[in-house]
C-alpha cells in the first residue's frame, strides 16, 4: 500500500511552560464572566473527534481543550453529534465554537478560525481491485462522504456532476467503499489510517494524495465573540512544542514507540512461583486461518497472532511451547481435556465459556459476505439470504455457531473444513454465498486466483478475539491478561502492517484471456455486419425518436394528475410545469407566468438567513441545490402572490442525464402550519396558565404556614407546661385543626405536582410487614375509640425487603384506612395483603392490597366519580367532612407506582377497595435503620451561639422560647443586613435563616455569609414556608446546609440543630433513681440481674415485629418481677413505658425498649458500689 506522510507543524514559536499566558485585562474580564464555554465536535472523526468504548469524547482536539482549559481556566460545555448537526447549532449560535473544523469559504462568513493546530494530506481511498490514478479519473465514480464534509464542498466546485452517497460518519463511508457501496472514499490520512487499522480492511489501498490543499484543523469560534476568539488563538500559541509532539503522538501511530515492560515488576510473587512450576506453558491456535495464524510450508507456525507471540516471549522471557493441533475442531478438543493451557486467538461463546476462560480482547474482526462477480445485487445483512441461498461458514468457527444460534431453524447452511474449502466451493457455485473476515478473503483470493469472486455485503456479526485460558487456572488467567495489557498499539500495528502488505503471486487469470478472445472475435464481427447495423440504427432510430414522444406525453399527463405543484427547472429559469402550479397561481399558461416571472423562486418569501423557509438563496447555494443537498431536511418555502400567502414543503432531484435540470415538488401545508401555530400558541397558554397556578399554590402554601407556625409552635410549648386535663384536651384540638389544615394544603399541592408531571416516585427498599404493622399502630387509637373490629391479614410469603416508594405506600394505606374508619360506625375493618411472584427466582412480585370495611357503602351511581378530584356525595360531605381530595390523590400515586387501585361497595354494606402494584423488584437489605431513633427530650446540648433571623416577630418568639430550655446563647435579628451586623460583633455557630425578609432577604445573606472566609463555615439553616420543589432546589444551590420547613416541629428543629452542633444524652436520671433505692443484699440483686437478662431475650425476640399486644405483656412481666424487689429504677422505667404504650407513641417505646440494657447496668453499677 502506497504510504502518504502526515505533516505536523506549529504556528508560532514555542513558549515556555513556565511562561504566563499574557491576557488583556479585558479578557481576564470576559474570563470572569463566562467561565464556561460551549464547544461543538464531531462525535465519530476518530482520531480527531469521537466519543471511545465508555461514552466519554476522546481524540486530538479533547487534549487541546483540556490544554486550553489548564492554560486560560475556561471550562468547557461539550455538545458532541453527528456534524451536520454541529454545523447547524453553530450557524444558529447555540454553541460558540468548534474544536477542529477545516476553514472553508462557506464557514469563514461565520465563524473566524484561529491559526491550524495540525496538518493532514488529503487522499483518495479505494478497493485494490480498482484502478484508479488521478482525480480526473473519478467523474464515472461514486463517492462516499459524511453528510456537510468539506471535502464535498472542494468537489463540488471542479466537478459539479459528480455522484455522492452521503453517509452518517466517515466511518460508515469507509465500510460502504469495503463493501461495495461506493467506489472511492476521499479524507484526511489520520481518520483512513485509523478505522483501515480498527476494522481491518485489507481489501482497501490509498490510491493517491489528492491535488488539494492539506487539511489545515483549527479551532473556530463564531464571528460575535472576538474576545473569545483572542483567547483561544492565544492559548493554543501557549501549548508549548513538545506537548503538542504528546498529543499528535498519542493519537497518530509512531512505530518507534514500542512499550517494553519487565516481567520482574510485572508479575506478583505467587504468579513469578507459578511460572517457575509450569514453564512452558501449553499453547495452540487455528493452523488454517490466513493471514492470522498458519503453517508455513517449512512446517513453522506463522502469522500476526504468532508474531505478536513471539514479541510477548522476547520482552518477558515467558517460555511458551506449541501445541500442533491439525485443525480448529483438534484445537477445541485439546482445550477440553486440558493438553493444552492456552488457545492464542479466540471468540468467547457460553459454549465455549464452559471449559475455558477469556482474557480481554485485542483485536476485533468483521465478518462480511463474499458472492460471485454475476451477483450484483447488495446484500444488506445475512436475514435476506437465510434458507433463500445456500450459505458456507467455517465448521467450529464462531461465526457458525453464532449463526445456528441466532437462525434455529436455519436449512440452507454447509460448513467447511476451512476457508479454503469454503470459498474454492464458492468460486466452482457448490454454494450460494460463504462468510468469512476480510483479511482472509483477501488472502486467499489473490492466493488461489479466486477472481470471481467479490464482497457483496455485512453479515451483521462482528467478533472480539482473546486468549482463551484453562478454566481451573485463575493465576494464568492474570498472567496472560498482564502479558496482553503490555503489547503496545504500535506494536500490533507494526505486526499487522507486515502481515497485510505481504504480495501474492497471483495465479493466470484464464477469465481476462477469454475476455481478450472474446473482444478479438466481436472485431472481426463488426466488420461483416456493419452494413447491416447501420440500416438497423437508422430504424431504431427513428423508433426511438416515436417511443421518447410517447415517453414524453405519458410523463406529462402523469404530472398534470397530481394535486401537488411540480416544476421542472434549473433554478433560475422554469422550463416546465403542471396543471397544479397553474391552477394554484391563477394562470393560463407558463407562457403569461414567464412574461412576469423567470422562476417559482422569485415568489418566495425574503426572509433573513436565520428564517425557516428558503429563499432563492440558501447558505450561498441556489434554492434548488440547496433542497437536494439537505433532502433529509425539512426544506419549507413561503409564497405571496396576490395578498395570498402559501406555505409549501419542498422535495427536489436531479434529473437523470440531464446537465442541470432538476425537478421539484412542492406540498401545501398552509393548513398543517396554521394548526401547528394555533396548537403552539395554545400549549404556550396552557403553560403560562400553569406557572400561574403553581405560583398561586406557592403562594397560598406560603401565607397560610407563617401564621400556623405560632399556632402549632406555642401549642407544642404550651402542652409541656399545662396539666389541667381539660385545658390539654383544648390544647389538642387547636393542634389537630392545626395539622389538618396543613394536610389539606399539602393534598393540593401534591395533586398539583402530580398534575404538572412534578411528582416524583423514590424507590427505596423496605420492610411491607413493618410498614403495615406501623399503619395498624397509628390507628389503634381511632378503633378502640369507635369499637370497631381491625384485623390484618398478610401473605406469609411476602418478601422481608422490597423497593418501592415507602412514603407514597403509606399515604395511599392512610387516606384508604383513614376513610375506612371514618365511613364505618361499628362492625370490621379487614386489611388483607398477598403476594404473587412474577418468575420462578422470585426476584419480582405484584402485591394486592384489600381494605375491607362494613361501613355506609358507596351508591352505584357515585362509584364511577369516587376517584375524580373533589367528588364527594352532598350527603357524605355534610355528615362526615372532607375536601374529595384523598381518594384522587391515591388513584394517581398507585397509578405512577406501576398500579390500579380498583372499589366495589354496597350501599349499607360496606366497601371493598383494591390496590394492585405489579412488577415489585425483591430487595435484598433494608436501606433505613428503623430502630436508629432519637429521643430528642434526652439531649443535652453543649454550650453554642445561635442567630435567629426572622422578620415575624411571633416566628422569632417560638423559636427562642423552644431553645430557652437548652444552653444556648440566643441572638435575634429581623432581616439579613442586621444579621451581618450581628455576626460582625458576635461568634455565632449556627444561624436559623428565613428566606423572605425586607430590607436583605435570606438568600442575599447567606451568599455573602459563604463567600467570606471567616464566615464560610458558619451552619446556615433555612426556614421556609413554601414546600415547592424548585424553592428546596434554590435553597440548596444557595449553599444553606439544611432546611425546616414552617410550621416547626420542636423535634424536627432539634433533629436539625443535633446534626451540626455537640450534644449528649442524659443518663443521669435512671443512675438517679438507683442512688435512691433501698439497700437489697448482693444475693438478691444477682438472682433480679439474671431474670432481667432472662426478659432481655424474650424482649430481643419481640422488638422486631412491632406487636404492642407482646410489648404490653413484657412490660407486665417487669412489672411482676419488681413487687419483690420495689426498685424505683424498674417502677420509673415501666411507668414510662406503660405510658407510651398506651398512647401508642411508637419512636418512644421504641427508644425505651432500646435503652432496657442501661437500667440492668445501673442495677449492677449500684451492686458495685454498695460492696465498694
Known sequence: MKSFSLFLFFVYFSISLNASLLLTNKEKEWISKNPIVKVGVDNNWAPFEFKNKQNIQSGISSDYLKEISKITGLKFDIYSDKWSNVLQKIRLKKIDMLACADNTEDRSMYLDFTEPYLLADIVVVSRKDLKINNLQEIKDLTIALPEANYIHERLKKRFPNLKFIFTKSNEEAINYVSYNRADIYIGNMPVISYYINKHMLTNLEVKFKADFDNARLSMAVIKDKQILFSIIQKALMHISKERRKQINKKWIFDSTNIKLYNSKNLFTQEELDWLKKNSPIKIAGDGHWHPFSYYDKNGNYVGIIPDLFKSINQNSQIDFKLIKTKNWLETLEQMKVKKIDVIDAISYSASRAKYMNFTTSYFTNDFVIIGTNTNNKYIKSIDSIVNKKIIGTVDNYIISEKIKKDYTNIEKLREFGSIKDGLQSLASRQIDYFITDIPSFDYYSKKLGLSNLKIVGPSGYSFSYSFGVRKDDKILLSIMN????????????????????VEYQEKIDYTLIWKILIFSIIIISVIFYSNTKLKNQIEQTQKAKDELKKSNEFIHSIMDSQMDIIVVTNGKEIQRVNKAFLDYFKFDSLNDFKKIYNCISDLFYKGDENSEFISSYKDNKLWIDYIIDNSANYNKVKIILNEKEYIFKVLASPIENSVDLKTAVFHDITAIEKLHNELIEAKNRALEATKHKTEFLANMSHEIRTPMNSVIGFTELLEKEITNPIQKDYLSSIKKGGNALIAIINDILDLSKIEAGKMQIKYESINPKELILEVESIFHSKLISKNIDFSVHIDSTIPKYIIIDGIRLRQVLFNLIGNAIKFTEQGYIKLNVKNIFKDGIKSKIDLVFEIIDSGVGIDEKDLKNIFNVFEQSEQ????????????????????????????????????????????????????????????????????????????????????????????????????????????????????LMDL????????????????????????????????????????????FNGYLRKPIIINDLLSELSKFLEFKFDTNTIEKLCKDDKFISNEKLIILIRKLEELEIKLNSIKSKGDFILIESFCDDLINLNIDFELIVI?????????????????????????YSNVIENIKNKMESQNG
Open 482 to 501: 498482564k502479558l496482553l495489557n503490555n503489547i503496545s498499539k504500535e506494536e500490533f500495528d507494526r505486526v499487522y502492517r507486515k502481515w497485510i502488505q
Open 876 to 991: 357524605d360531605r355534610a355528615k362526615y367532612g372532607g375536601t374529595g381530595l384523598g381518594l384522587a390523590i391515591c388513584s394517581k400515586l398507585v397509578e405512577m407506582m406501576n398500579g390500579k387501585i380498583e372499589v366495589s361497595s354496597k350501599k349499607a354494606i360496606g366497601s371493598t377497595f383494591r390496590v394492585k402494584l405489579y412488577d415489585i423488584d425483591v430487595g435484598s437489605v433494608d436501606e433505613k435503620d428503623y430502630n436508629d431513633k432519637i429521643n430528642y427530650e434526652s439531649i443535652i446540648f453543649e454550650k453554642a451561639s445561635i442567630l435567629i433571623v426572622d422578620d415575624v416577630d411571633e416566628n422569632r418568639k417560638l423559636i427562642k422560647s423552644i431553645l430557652n430550655s437548652h444552653n444556648f446563647d440566643l441572638y435575634l435579628a429581623n432581616n439579613g443586613k442586621m444579621a451581618l451586623e450581628i455576626i460582625n460583633k458576635h461568634k455565632i455557630d449556627l444561624i
Open 996 to 1039: 423572605r425578609m425586607p430590607i436583605m432577604n435570606g438568600y442575599e445573606a447567606t451568599t455573602l455569609l459563604k463567600s467570606n472566609k471567616k464566615t464560610s463555615s458558619i451552619p446556615i439553616i433555612a426556614l421556609t414556608a413554601s414546600v415547592m420543589g424548585k424553592d428546596l432546589q434554590k435553597v440548596e444551590s444557595y449553599g
Open 1131 to 1155: 417502677n420509673e422505667y415501666t411507668n414510662e413505658l406503660k405510658k407510651y404504650i398506651d398512647s401508642f407513641d411508637i419512636e418512644k417505646v421504641d427508644y425505651l425498649l432500646n435503652n
